[in-house]
């Protein structure tokens, strides 16, 4: 899918993107990077990024590259965030992107392996989140997917 595809895709279906103004910066086999500005709707009491907005962010860019790689290797199931965690190194003055790191092929062969023989996987992604060149927050995720039994790829 293209930016432009996985943009629409987002807003029509996770409606946080569009409030978050979310944008699609780049979308390859290995990596996904969201970007998303500071004012006004990810601002907290200091200034600084809120928190919550931080973590969404770093959530949905690892959704995004989940679903992405499902759907490119045509295995339909639903993709959900099972655990997460976000450790915050700096404050985040400025607008922010988040980026997720490629996925190990033992991973993903395994995760992919769980869902086609018993109906779900898990796999894990680390996310990093910066702002102006700099390391602002890192993620990690577990990310749970089930086989759709409709035959419909979901989101």
């Known amino acids: 899918m293209s930016t432009e595809e ?3 895709y987002l ?5 946080l993107s569009a409030g978050m103004g979310v944008e699609v910066i780049e979308v390859s086999a290995g990596r996904v990077t969201l970007g998303a500005p500071l004012r006004p709707a990810n601002l907290n009491h200091q200034s600084t990024a809120f928190g919550g907005s ?6 949905l860019a690892g959704w995004t590259q989940v679903h992405l790689r499902l759907q490119d290797e045509g ?9 997460s965690s976000v450790q915050y190194d ?3 003055h400025g607008d922010f992107q988040a980026t997720s790191d490629p996925i190990a092929e033992r991973d993903w062969s395994r995760f992919t392996r769980g869902i086609t023989k018993h109906g779900k996987g898990r796999v894990h992604v680390s996310v990093r989140v910066t702002a102006g060149g700099a390391t602002a927050a890192t993620f990690t995720g577990a990310y749970v997917a089930l086989r759709t039994s409709d035959g419909g790829l979901s989101g």
């Not at 807003?11 to 409606?15: A, M």
């Not at 931080?54 to 959530?59: G, K």
């Not at 295995?75 to 655990?83: G, K, L, P, S």
């Open 90 to 92: 700096a404050p985040i």
């Open 6 to 8: 996985v943009q629409a």
């Open 75 to 83: 295995i339909e199931a639903q993709t959900v965030i099972q655990t």
């Open 11 to 15: 807003t029509e279906h996770i409606p």
């Open 54 to 59: 931080v973590a969404a962010l770093a959530i």
